[in-house]
């Protein structure tokens, strides 16, 4: 199997198992007891804090949650409406600003950046909060965060930035005022993530139970979990270039066999470049995934897989109903070899063209 769905989920990086690995076999302690091995477990859990803070702005709080879902659903409902965001976020931003109340969506263009013209209109006295995606997990383009940031500063509104695909791979702006992450996305664990709160900041808990952890959130951490995000959060930060290298160098690899018939979708200029999402005239996407059973790639964002509905992202940037539907997304980093990148773009390229011969 060559695995191309890393914006999905990442492989888990063997130092982030091998740390997690004691923990879950022989210190079973609940961080929160006060004898001797819950004090220890308590211990990993800081130390896993600070791992994960070390690649977020200085001025804040990493409390542990169970994922990027529940970090955007705790920012949102506890800021409240009016609420700013932008047509491309993800359905954890998009879903919960629809549950609280009035929001007002920002459009983008063809290349998947807000209109910051737009932006300016809608962001003044009396917003609550902007949310904005710092990585577009479709398209992988990278938003104006840091100007965004400003708008709601000087508007007096809280800005939350959903940081799950750009964490430890793009800077994150100081101007944060709340940010999501998730440790499945940069080779850690399924099952936690973080909401990072800056001094000063006061939320209302989201679970209520106890009171646990940071900034009042309940429930039982996983020492194991955090240990596992801490591990890969340290490797993000010591890896940043040469990962960042590699995925220049497989980018420029893909872009030269998917030389012809197919479209990027989305910036190629403002962009992560470990997200390859792409388009082909008339390619039926389910017969070329059921075609390449050997290869994982992306229909669309995992989350919205099987829905049967075009991607509100693309159709967002001004794509058709199908020319949405023969879109391919591709996401490789730090496990991917050249060699299989190349043996499996050359093996899509080649259904494809079988494809439209048969049509």
């Known amino acids: 199997m060559i695995y191309l769905d890393y914006q999905a989920t990442t492989p888990l990086a063997p130092e982030a198992f091998d740390a997690m690995l004691p923990w879950l076999r022989d210190s079973h302690a609940n961080p929160h007891s006060a004898h001797g091995p819950g004090r220890a477990a308590r211990a ?115 800005f939350l930035c959903d940081a799950v695909q750009g964490y430890g791979r793009v800077t994150i702006p100081d101007g944060c005022d709340l940010i999501a992450l998730s440790a499945h996305k940069v080779y850690g664990p399924k099952g936690i993530g973080a909401l990072w709160i800056r001094d000063g900041v006061d939320l209302l808990p989201l679970l209520h139970g106890g009171g646990q952890e940071a900034a009042g959130r309940s429930g039982t951490l996983s020492p194991a979990l955090c240990v596992g995000f801490g591990a890969a959060a340290a490797l993000m930060q010591s890896r940043g ?81 199908a020319e949405a539907r023969s879109s391919i997304r591709i996401g490789f980093g730090r496990y991917t070899t050249e060699p299989e990148l190349i043996d499996a773009l050359t093996r899509i390229d080649a259904a494809a063209r079988a494809q439209r011969v048969a049509a």
């Open 44 to 158: 990993a859990v800081e130390v896993s804090r600070d791992q994960v803070a070390a690649l977020l702005p200085a001025g804040g709080t990493v409390a542990f949650t169970s994922g990027a879902t529940e970090a955007l659903n705790w920012a949102i409902k506890s800021v409240g409406e009016p609420i700013v965001t932008i047509a491309t976020e993800h359905a954890a931003v998009l879903d919960t600003t629809a549950a609280v109340g009035s929001a007002t969506i920002l459009p983008v263009g063809c290349d998947g950046l807000v209109d910051m013209d737009a932006a300016r209109g809608a962001i003044g006295p009396g917003i609550k909060l902007v949310a904005a995606m710092l990585v577009n997990n479709e398209i992988g383009v990278i938003q104006p965060v840091a100007e965004l940031a400003k708008l709601a500063r000087e508007a007096g509104a809280l």
């Open 241 to 321: 270039a040469e990962d960042a290298e590699k995925v220049e160098r497989l980018w420029n690899i893909a872009l030269a066999v998917l030389d012809d018939g197919w479209i990027v979708n989305g910036s190629t200029e403002h962009r992560y470049r470990g997200n390859l999402n792409v388009r082909c005239g008339g390619l039926e996407v389910a017969r070329l995934m059921s075609d390449l059973r050997d290869i994982a790639f992306s229909a669309g964002s995992a989350c919205a897989s099987g829905s049967g509905r075009p991607s509100h992202v693309l159709r967002a940037i001004g794509l058709s109903d």
